[in-house]
């Protein structure tokens, strides 16, 4: 053990670098200002100045997803914190690893009101998988081993180490390294074996069995088991929007993507099987539809990190706490043991139906009749140009289904999106944070002019930083998911849902403005050839005005508190579930 004489601001930029962390998103402001200071001396972190907290928040998400490192923000007191609030909301909803770090004020202010002070410990307490307010500088170093542990083990999530100002401004004796006091932080990452035996018994058993696979798969790293559980069993298998690439797009088995813009053939595999087989996966509303319709007779084997989770929703019939990788791969060894014994299930009629399903409707869209630009095929060409190796970072909204649906995913953790929490301006700052982990991969922000215009801020960021990802802007002038809605369930009243962004702002001008380079297109013939122009700059960022038809939809389309059973393939028209035809 070392000891070395510090202030508390050193001993936060010592206790960061010895837990491996070469980057920070942050914005500096007075009460986080002292630990500005020796961060301007450390060779080992990068401090990338974004323009809004809530970029800085989002940044750090996308770093981590696509490196599987805790990405790291930093922000100051009051109005500071709050604004991480958001980027904190959805690193909690979508499991994303994180630590937020932030200035407080003097101890001695805590609780008067005083200048830039906000209880940010109080406020993230529901949406952060653990916080600390630290007062005293001796608790630094420990407390941040604490937060990067709590963040990135278990359930990921993350985490909120909020230091008061005079904590940081105090000397003391900094020893390292330094012992973790979590004593009643123990995950389960192993399953249980009589749970795996009796899940492997059941899927032998069945006739229609699914492999519903959300993002625990990903954040687990068991793409791989996953492959070779889905070949040894013959089962159908469902990726969330949280698990895009689990299992490759192209592969035989895999029925795509469910929920409420999911496809038929996913949909339908759930609601008619006779069991689930949840990995990673928490029975979202946006995947069950109305819960009480959902797969009506279908037992559940659910498999989680999370043991909250289990049966939160739906009831399990087989509860797995464990970590994914471990569970299928524990799952496989328990299925081939009945296999090897003459059990094995039989699932040819279920694969006629699934494929009646898949054949007759595929997910496609119409070309808009007055030859102007479809956003579907903007973003599908975009797919096929960049490729499986490019990230796709979405926003959210209409843009973020069809990066969904017409992107091929075909390796883990190529499609970034915010899908629990649904935030509108991820897409760019996420994206940033994505380019700077893989700073030798294309990166692809797919954005919709509403989002694109909550965080564009941060385009200043990447040009100056040297972060050149390239942004597809899908306008079509409007809030189009709400737009879609107010189509279908309000008369075609649109209520303050026209952005009038085809003309302010110039996308192209914004662009050149923020040092980057803008391009405009309009006209499908020159789609190619304006993706092949940006493809091709790859010093600064480049961002691309898709000016696209405003009254594209978004189907499949489950409607709100409907059931899945009630899955719509275009406006007045629903598929013939008995006949797949």
């Given at each position: 053990m070392t000891t070395e004489q510090m202030t508390g601001a050193q001993a936060l930029v010592r206790?960061?670098?010895?837990?491996?962390?070469?980057?920070?998103?942050?914005?500096?402001?007075?009460?986080?200002?002292?630990?500005?200071?020796?961060?301007?001396?450390?060779?080992?972190?990068?401090h990338i100045l974004v323009r809004h907290e809530q970029g800085a928040g989002h940044a750090a998400q996308g770093y981590a997803q696509v490196t599987g490192k805790?990405?790291?923000c930093m922000a100051t007191s009051g109005p500071g914190a709050t604004n991480l609030v958001t980027p904190i909301s959805d690193a909690y909803?979508?499991?994303?690893?994180?630590?937020?770090?932030?200035?407080?004020?003097?101890?001695?202010?805590?609780?008067t009101d005083g200048f830039q002070e906000a209880d940010i410990s109080g406020i993230t307490m529901p949406i952060t998988k653990h916080n600390f307010l630290v007062t005293k500088a001796e608790d630094i170093?420990?407390?941040?081993?604490?937060?990067?542990?709590?963040?990135?083990?278990?359930?990921?999530g993350p985490v909120l180490v909020d230091i008061a100002k005079d904590a940081l401004q105090a000397t003391f004796d900094f020893e390292w390294p330094v012992q973790m006091r979590l004593p009643g932080y123990r995950p389960v990452t192993r399953p249980h074996s009589k749970q795996v035996r009796e899940a492997a018994k059941l899927i032998v058993e069945s006739s229609r069995p699914v492999l519903y696979v959300g993002g625990g798969v990903l954040k687990a790293n068991a793409a791989a088991e996953l492959k070779v559980l889905a070949e040894l069993t013959g089962a159908p298998v469902v990726t969330t929007l949280m698990a895009k690439g689990a299992l490759p797009d192209s592969h035989p088995l895999h029925m795509g993507m469910p929920g409420m813009h999911g496809g038929v053939g996913a949909v339908g595999a759930l609601q008619r099987s006779d069991l689930l087989v949840a990995l990673g996966a928490r029975f979202d509303d946006r995947v069950t539809g109305k819960l009480d319709g959902f797969a009506p007779n279908a037992k559940v084997v659910h498999a989680d990190i999370d043991p909250?989770?289990?049966?939160?929703?739906?009831?399990?019939?087989?509860?797995?706490?464990g970590d994914a990788r471990e569970v299928i791969a524990d799952l496989i060894v328990a299925i081939q043991a009945e296999h090897d014994a003459g059990r094995r299930g039989d699932y040819t009629d279920w694969w006629r139906q699934l494929d009646a399903w898949r054949d007759t409707y595929p997910l496609g869209y119409d070309l808009p009749e007055d030859g102007t630009l479809s956003p579907q095929f903007v973003i599908e060409r975009i797919g096929q140009l960049a490729g499986p190796e490019a990230y796709y970072v979405a926003g959210v909204g209409q843009h973020q289904m069809w990066a969904a649906q017409f992107i091929k995913y075909e390796r883990p953790g190529a499609f970034l999106n915010s899908g629990g929490a649904g935030t509108m301006g991820y897409s760019v700052p996420a994206a940033m944070g994505a380019k700077v982990g893989k700073p030798d991969s294309a990166v692809w922000s797919i954005d919709g002019d509403g989002c694109f215009q909550m965080t564009n801020q941060e385009l200043a960021t990447c040009a100056i930083e040297g972060i050149p990802i390239k942004v597809a802007v899908i306008n079509n002038g409007n809030l189009g998911m709400v737009r879609q809605w107010q189509t279908l369930?309000?008369?075609?009243?649109?209520?303050?849902?026209?952005?009038?962004?085809?003309?302010?702002?110039?996308?192209?001008?914004?662009?050149?403005?923020y040092g980057c380079i803008g391009l405009r297109c309009e006209r499908p013939e020159d789609v190619d050839a304006v993706i092949a122009k940006a493809m091709e700059i790859n010093d600064v960022p480049v961002i691309i005005d898709f000016v696209v038809h405003q009254d594209a939809m978004v189907w499949p389309m489950v409607a709100a508190g409907t059931t899945n059973d009630?899955?719509?393939?275009?406006?007045?028209?629903?598929?013939?579930?008995?006949?797949?035809?």
């Open positions: 206790a960061l670098e010895n837990v491996g962390v070469d980057t920070v998103f942050g914005i500096p402001g007075g009460a986080i200002l002292p630990a500005y200071d020796p961060l301007f001396d450390s060779r080992k972190i990068r805790v990405g790291v909803m979508d499991s994303v690893p994180m630590v937020a770090i932030t200035g407080q004020v003097a101890t001695s202010l805590i609780g170093g420990r407390t941040i081993v604490e937060a990067f542990h709590i963040a990135s083990t278990g359930r990921p909250a989770e289990i049966s939160k929703n739906r009831q399990a019939d087989v509860p797995i706490v369930f309000y008369n075609e009243r649109y209520s303050n849902t026209n952005l009038h962004s085809r003309r302010i702002p110039d996308f192209v001008k914004l662009a050149e403005a009630d899955i719509k393939i275009a406006r007045d028209m629903a598929p013939d579930w008995e006949n797949g035809d």
